[in-house]
């Protein structure tokens, strides 16, 4: 699978296709992916992981996510994390960047 990535990771496209049209959660319930319960252990979670670990552009999916979402205002069940996962990860990539972007080279 080849990636070539934009300005935006929006627009960041697999094999000539942007990357969300080939989402494996494109016709499902969003409700899937946004669960009261986010338990990372709970059915709810473990459901949507499902579908996301299955989806051939979870990358792209959560480059972009990582890249655009509020860090104070997470929310879903995205790119196979919950948000404190994605809270830990975006902790981490400042952490590995060390240059005050938040970016992680
Ligand atoms: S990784 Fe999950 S949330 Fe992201 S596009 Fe794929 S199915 Fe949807």
């Given at each position: 699978m080849?990636?070539?990535?934009?300005?935006?990771?929006?627009?960041?496209?697999?094999?000539?296709?942007?990357w969300w049209a080939l989402a494996a959660c494109h016709?499902?319930?969003?409700?899937?992916?946004y669960p009261l319960d986010l338990a990372p252990r709970s059915d709810a979670v473990r459901r949507a992981r499902r579908v996301c670990t299955g989806c051939p552009v979870l990358p792209e999916c959560l480059a972009d996510v990582m890249a655009s979402e509020d860090p104070g205002r997470r929310w879903g069940i995205i790119g196979a994390t919950t948000p404190d996962e994605r809270t830990a990860l975006y902790a981490r990539q400042r952490t590995t960047a060390g240059d005050g972007t938040g970016v992680a080279a």
């Amino acid at each position: 699978m080849t990636t070539t990535t934009s300005t935006s990771t929006r627009n960041a496209t697999v094999n000539g296709v942007v990357w969300w049209a080939l989402a494996a959660c494109h016709d499902l319930d969003p409700e899937t992916f946004y669960p009261l319960d986010l338990a990372p252990r709970s059915d709810a979670v473990r459901r949507a992981r499902r579908v996301c670990t299955g989806c051939p552009v979870l990358p792209e999916c959560l480059a972009d996510v990582m890249a655009s979402e509020d860090p104070g205002r997470r929310w879903g069940i995205i790119g196979a994390t919950t948000p404190d996962e994605r809270t830990a990860l975006y902790a981490r990539q400042r952490t590995t960047a060390g240059d005050g972007t938040g970016v992680a080279a």
